[in-house]
C-alpha cells in the first residue's frame, strides 16, 4: 500500500503542472467538451432521422430513440464494472472510444442516400441497409458512451493529490462546464447542418453532414484524450464496489431462501443473513443503499415524460411555424431552450427561490423538493396537451380510409355550375376552385360541369382535384393527403394558358407543362419562392410567392395570362393546405414548466442520494439513478408501441396523469421515509472493526466523492450530471 502511494506522488512530481493545476486535465475537459457535442448533436436530429430518412411513422420513430436513450443509460454499469475490475479507467476510455466513434461513422455513412441510390431519383434503393447500418451504429455509440459515462470525470479527479481538494473541485466546475457548453453548441449547430441540402445525384436534407460532424468531434475527443497519456496519473483497477454489493445482496437472498424453515430464527433485517459471509460494516452499507434505491422505483416515470423533450416535443415542432423574424428555427433546435433555461434556473432556485421558502418557515426537504419536481414535469405535459389541441385544429381533415375528397377547380374565366351526384348544386367561380374539399363515400360520381355530363372513378383514402375546362372535359390531378413535413412547402402549378410551359426555381425544373394540364408537386421551402416561367419562344416572367410552413397551393396560369411587366397579375395561387398556424414560441411554457422540474428534482435528487450513501458506495448509488433514466425510456417504447390513443393529446395527458399518480405513491414514501446520517452509522461499525479492516471497507475513495458532492451542492452550475 505503502510502495503505490509512493508511486503515485513520484508520478505527480514529474508531471507537469500549470498554476497549482495538472496540465493533464486540459486533455480530459477538452475530451469531455468534443464527445458531449458528439453525443447530443447526434442526439438531436436522430428521431427526425428516422421520421423522414428511414420512413418510420412517429411512433416507431419514437421507439427506437427512447430504446436507444434507454441503452446509453444501461451500459454504465458494464463501464464502470470493466473499469474497476479489468481495465483501469484509461483503457476503458479508449477502448470505449474507439467503439464509440466508429459507431458516430457508421451513423454519418448510413444516412448517405446516395449509396444506395442506383436510379438517382432522391430515393435509396435499398433502405434496409441504412437501417442495419443505423441500428449497428447506435448500438455501438450506446456502448461507448455510456462506458465511458462513470469512468472521465473519475479519471479526472485521479489526476489530483490530497492536497488539491480545492483545485480538484473547480476542475469538476470546469468539467460540468464543458458538459454544457458541448450540449449547447451542438443542440444549435447540428439541426441547422441537417437543414442544409446535400448529395451527388440529388440534393436531400443533410443528415450525412449533421451525423459527421459529431463523428469528426468524437474522433477529436479520442485524439486529445490518447495525446495526454504521458502525462496521466493512472492507478490499477482495485476491484468493483458494484460487483461486491451485488454478490452480497446474492448471498444473503441465497442463504434466506436455504434456512426459511421455521426451526432457523428470524434477523432483524433479510440482509443479516449476509453475516455469515460478510462482516457487518458492509451489511450495514448495503442497507443503507436499499433503503435509497427502494425510493427509486418510482422515479422512472418522471425520465419517461423528460426525455420526450427529443422525440414527441420534436416532432409536434414540426407541425409548428418556426419564423422568429430574422432566423428560422428548426423543430429540432428548440431542444435548446432546456439547457438555456438551466443556466437561468439553478442559480434562481438556489439564490432566491429556496431562501424564500426557507424565510417563510416552510420545510422543503429534498424529497418534497423531488415530489414537486415530479408534479411539474406532468404540468409541462398537460401544457403539451393543450397546445397539441390547437395544433390538431389547424390540422388539414384528411379522408379516412373509406372516403375520398374532391374539390373543383376552373379555368374559364366565367362561373360554372356543378353539380355531383347526391350533393347540393353549387357554382366554381372563373379561375378558382371550390372553396372546400367535398367528402364522398363512393368510388364513382357523376358530375354535370357546364351543362355537360362526366363520371369519374377514385381510389379510396385520395384526394383530388378536378380540372374543368373550356371543351367541358374532366381531367383530375392526384393531390397530397399528408401535410408537407419538416417545415416544407407542396407547390404544383396547372397551365391554363394555349403553350406549353416551363417552371422552375432555383435548379429544380417542374416543365414543360402541357395546355390545360398540371404538374407534380415541387417541395420549397419557407420563404419567398421565386418561380421562372418560360414559353417555348424562350420569354419569362417571374413569379414571387411569399410562404410559410406546410403549407400546400395550387398555382393557376390563366388563359389570360401574358408575358410582360405585369405577367404575375392574373396569376393565382389556390390554398389546398394552411401552413402551421401555431408558432414554435408557445412550446416554451412546456419546456419552461419541465427545466423547472429538471432542476428541483434532478439536483436535489442527485444531492439527497449522495449525502445519504455510504461513502465508499456512491458510485453503486449513481449506477441506481442512472437505471431510473433506463427504465423511464423503456415506459415510452411501451407506451408508444403498446399504446392505441388515437390522438396525440391524449398520450400527453396519460402521461401526466402517471405521473401525478406517481408522484402521490413517492409522496407517501417520502413522508415514511428516516433520514440517514451514514458517517455515524459506519462509525458504529468501524469501532467493531480492527483498523486494517476499516481501512479496506473505506478503501480511499471517500474524498474523490466528498468533492463530488461539495461542488454539486456548493456550486449547482449544471444538472447535466444525469445525463452525461
Known amino acids: 500500500m505503502a510502495d503505490k502511494e509512493e508511486q503515485r506522488t513520484k508520478k505527480t512530481k514529474n508531471s507537469p503542472s500549470c498554476l497549482g493545476y495538472p496540465v493533464s486535465i486540459f486533455f480530459i475537459v477538452v475530451n469531455e467538451f468534443c464527445e458531449r457535442f458528439s453525443y447530443y448533436g447526434m442526439k438531436a436530429v436522430l428521431v427526425l432521422y428516422f421520421k423522414y430518412f428511414i420512413g418510420w411513422d412517429n411512433d416507431l420513430s419514437t421507439t427506437i430513440y427512447h430504446t436507444f436513450v434507454a441503452l446509453c443509460y444501461l451500459t454504465p454499469i458494464l463501464g464502470a464494472i470493466i473499469a474497476d475490475s479489468w481495465l483501469g479507467k484509461f483503457k476503458a476510455i479508449v477502448y470505449l472510444s474507439i467503439v464509440y466513434t466508429i459507431g458516430q461513422v457508421i451513423m454519418a455513412i448510413s444516412a448517405i442516400h446516395d449509396i444506395t441510390d442506383t436510379n438517382r431519383d432522391g430515393t435509396p434503393d435499398n433502405m434496409t441497409f441504412h437501417t442495419a447500418m443505423s441500428m449497428l451504429g447506435l448500438m455501438l455509440i450506446a456502448l461507448g458512451t455510456g462506458g465511458i459515462k462513470p469512468c472521465v470525470a473519475a479519471f479526472g479527479g485521479d489526476q489530483f493529490e490530497e492536497h488539491q481538494e480545492k483545485q480538484r473541485s473547480t476542475f469538476f466546475s470546469i468539467f460540468y ?38 463523428a469528426a468531434l468524437m474522433v477529436v475527443a479520442l485524439i486529445v484524450f490518447i495525446a495526454g497519456h504521458s502525462m ?21 437472498i441465497k442463504n434466506r431462501f436455504n434456512h426459511r424453515s421455521q426451526q432457523h430464527p428470524k434477523r432483524e433485517h433479510w440482509m443479516d443473513w449476509a453475516e455469515e459471509k ?5 451489511i450495514a452499507q448495503v442497507k443503507m443503499v436499499l433503503k435509497v434505491l427502494f425510493l427509486y422505483i418510482p422515479l422512472p416515470m418522471f425520465w419517461a415524460l423528460f426525455d420526450q423533450q427529443g422525440s414527441r416535443w420534436t416532432l409536434q415542432a414540426t407541425t409548428m411555424d418556426g419564423n422568429f423574424g430574422a432566423f428560422i428555427i428548426q423543430p429540432d433546435q428548440m431542444q435548446i431552450v432546456n439547457p438555456i ?65 374532391v374539390k373543383f377547380l376552373n379555368l374559364e374565366n366565367t362561373s360554372v355550375p356543378v353539380e355531383v351526384e347526391g350533393q347540393e348544386p353549387f357554382a366554381v367561380p372563373g379561375f378558382d376552385s371550390s ?10 360520381i357523376t358530375v354535370s360541369a357546364g351543362g355537360k355530363n362526366a363520371t369519374a372513378y377514385f381510389q379510396k383514402s385520395t384526394r383530388h382535384t378536378v380540372l374543368i375546362n373550356t371543351d367541358g372535359m374532366l381531367q383530375t390531378l392526384n393531390d397530397i393527403t399528408e401535410k408537407p413535413n419538416q417545415g416544407m412547402n407542396a407547390i404544383r402549378f396547372v397551365n391554363g394558358f394555349r403553350s406549353h410551359l416551363n417552371f422552375t426555381i432555383k435548379s429544380d425544373n417542374l416543365g414543360p ?34 410562404l410559410g410552413f406546410g403549407s400546400s397551393y395550387t398555382v393557376l396560369i390563366p388563359s389570360t395570362f401574358s408575358f410582360g411587366e405585369s405577367c404575375t397579375e392574373n396569376i393565382k395561387a389556390i390554398q389546398d393546405i394552411e401552413p402551421n398556424g401555431i408558432h414554435m414560441a408557445w412550446q416554451v411554457i412546456q419546456y419552461f414548466l419541465m427545466t423547472c422540474g429538471e432542476v428541483v428534482f434532478s439536483v436535489t435528487g442527485l444531492d439527497f442520494s449522495y449525502a445519504q450513501a455510504p461513502s465508499n458506495m456512491k458510485s453503486v448509488l449513481q449506477a441506481g439513478w442512472l437505471l431510473t433514466v433506463a ?50 452509522i459506519e462509525a458504529k461499525f468501524m469501532d467493531l472493526e480492527p483498523e486494517e479492516k476499516k481501512r479496506k471497507e473505506l478503501g480511499m475513495t471517500t474524498k474523490d466523492n466528498l468533492a463530488y458532492v461539495n461542488n454539486e451542492t456548493s456550486n449547482n452550475t449544471d444538472d447535466k450530471q444525469t445525463k452525461i
Open 177 to 214: 462546464l464543458s458538459i454544457n457548453a458541448g450540449s449547447l453548441l451542438s443542440t444549435l449547430i447540428t439541426p441547422i447542418l441537417r437543414a442544409q441540402e446535400c448529395g451527388i445525384y440529388s440534393k436531400q436534407s443533410c443528415f450525412p453532414l449533421a451525423f459527421g460532424v459529431p
Open 232 to 252: 496521466y496519473i493512472m492507478e490499477s483497477p482495485k476491484g468493483n464496489i458494484l460487483l461486491r454489493v451485488m454478490k452480497c445482496i446474492g448471498f444473503a
Open 278 to 282: 460478510y462482516d457487518k460494516l458492509l
Open 341 to 405: 433555461l438551466i443556466v437561468i434556473m439553478v442559480p434562481i432556485m438556489d439564490s432566491a427561490v429556496y431562501p424564500l421558502i426557507k424565510k417563510c418557515h416552510i420545510n422543503f426537504t429534498p424529497l418534497r423538493r423531488m415530489t414537486v419536481g415530479m408534479l411539474l414535469a406532468a404540468l409541462a405535459f398537460v401544457a403539451a396537451a393543450l397546445l397539441q389541441i390547437q395544433i390538431d385544429q389547424t390540422m388539414p381533415n384528411f379522408p379516412s380510409s373509406s372516403q375520398i375528397q
Open 435 to 444: 372553396n372546400d374539399y367535398m367528402t364522398l363515400d363512393t368510388e364513382n
Open 513 to 546: 407543362i402541357a395546355p390545360l394540364q398540371g404538374s407534380g408537386y415541387l417541395s420549397v421551402p419557407h420563404g419567398k419562392a421565386n418561380f421562372t416561367i418560360v414559353n417555348e419562344e424562350g420569354q419569362t416572367c417571374h413569379y414571387i410567392l411569399q
Open 631 to 680: 427504465v423511464g425510456n423503456i415506459i415510452v417504447l411501451i407506451v408508444a408501441e403498446a399504446g392505441s390513443l388515437p390522438d396525440q393529446w391524449a398520450e400527453y395527458v396519460l402521461f401526466a396523469s402517471l405521473l401525478v399518480a406517481v408522484s402521490i405513491i413517492f409522496a407517501v414514501m417520502a413522508y415514511f421515509y428516516t433520514y440517514m446520517d451514514p458517517m455515524e
